[in-house]
């Protein structure tokens, strides 16, 4: 074998390994240099404030709006882009997330679990359950998260505040409208809403503060009074069935406490060809419900201009993610149980076919909409 062969291959590999060596080497200052400038960048912005993850949370809050059900055509339909819109205008930031629970309070408690882990500065909640929802409010309290109750009061927690209308009011407006449109000795129905609602109670409080004088005087008679759970218009069209069959269609007048229940009822009374005889009564002035004003079907709804009700949650909303612990828009304390809770209490308003074109001058509802299927020359239409 050629020994100087064998030296210069051995040279060769040396020279090699030294080379891969080097170049290991490089990598490594350079990988190292790499992270020196990453740890300085980010040790610059911690000298700053809080680190970037953080800083991007505190420029772009995010605010969870927690809607009860959909079987009420409000929340999906008004409340929720209404609520949007007002406060993108006051906090162009804002990131807004909607969750539904469907009428599962179980599954409302379990959205807002899941938006305080995503780091929700703000939950603003229409509880499906003014009971239940307390536990929401205690666990966002421990992390300094503010709840805003809206439309529906949740009871015995420290809630920051409370957005809603009168819900009295609307009951006693209800009744007075049904009082004026019934006479001496005439059968009255009251269908409630849900039994887990505060504002179901709020409602019927006022139904009876109108009602129960005249029932006791004889003036008019309670034939049936029921509970709906959820607010559903087809177990309320089931409930005016069952009344029905059971008083022998001898029915002059419905108390409902909503529209979409009131949809129900109607549709009860039109199996029995009673929808234009006897009056109904609603809350909320949505779509299907003012075209049955129209038509005759429903004899009122209570407006309740969802416009301020969403603007004065938003300008709530805005105040503490500012910081404040308080707002400009608040106007009334309502106690819940356990705090008098700040709030912003709105004024509602009966609409029926004599005034029902000013939810058309008012903006609320174009003419287009309210009269889309309604023959022309009908009402406003």
């Known amino acids: 074998m050629d020994v100087g062969l064998v030296n210069r291959r051995e040279d060769s590999m040396k020279r090699s390994m030294t080379n891969h060596r080097r170049l290991a080497s490089i990598g490594i200052v350079v990988l190292v240099a790499a992270l020196a400038i990453v740890v300085a960048g980010s040790g610059a912005v911690a000298a700053k404030g809080a680190p970037a993850a953080q800083q991007s949370a505190a420029a772009d809050p995010l605010v969870v709006l927690l809607l009860p059900e959909n079987v009420t055509a409000r929340w999906e339909g008004q409340d929720r882009p209404r609520f949007i819109a007002a406060l993108k205008k006051l906090v162009p930031d804002a990131r807004v997330e909607v969750q539904n629970a469907l009428n599962d309070s179980s599954k409302q408690q379990a959205q807002a679990e899941a938006a305080l882990v995503k780091g929700a500065k703000v939950l603003v909640v229409a509880a499906v359950d003014q009971k239940a929802a307390a536990v929401i409010v205690n666990a966002a309290k421990k992390q300094n998260v503010p709840v805003i109750a809206y439309d529906r009061l949740i009871r015995n927690s420290p809630l920051a505040a409370y957005v809603s209308f009168d819900s009295v009011a609307v009951g006693a407006a209800e009744a007075g409208w049904l009082v004026k449109h019934t006479k001496q000795g ?196």
């Open 186 to 381: 005439d059968r009255i129905v009251i269908i409630n809403g849900a039994p887990t609602d505060d504002n179901a109670h709020l409602v019927n409080k006022g139904t009876h503060r109108v009602l129960d004088p005249l029932f006791k005087s004889g003036a008019r008679v309670k034939v049936a009074e029921q509970w709906v759970p959820g607010w559903d218009p087809s177990k309320a069209q089931a409930v005016m069935e069952q009344i029905l069959t059971r008083v022998g269609n001898k029915v002059d007048g419905v108390a409902s406490a909503n529209d979409g229940m009131a949809g129900g009822i109607s549709a009860a009374l039109k199996a029995q060809r009673l929808e234009t005889k006897v009056p109904v009564t609603g809350q909320d002035a949505t779509v299907e419900a003012l075209q049955r004003i129209i038509l005759g079907t429903q004899g009122v709804s209570v407006f309740k201009d969802i416009r301020l009700q969403a603007a004065g949650a938003a300008q709530v909303t805005a105040d503490f993610l500012a910081g404040k612990t308080t707002s400009k828009a608040f106007n009334a304390k309502v106690a819940n149980g356990k705090v008098q809770v700040p709030s912003v209490m709105l004024k509602v308003q009966p609409i029926d076919k004599t005034n029902v074109k000013t939810l058309i001058t008012n903006g609320f509802i174009s003419k287009a909409a309210l009269c889309k299927g309604i023959p022309a020359g009908t009402g406003p239409c």
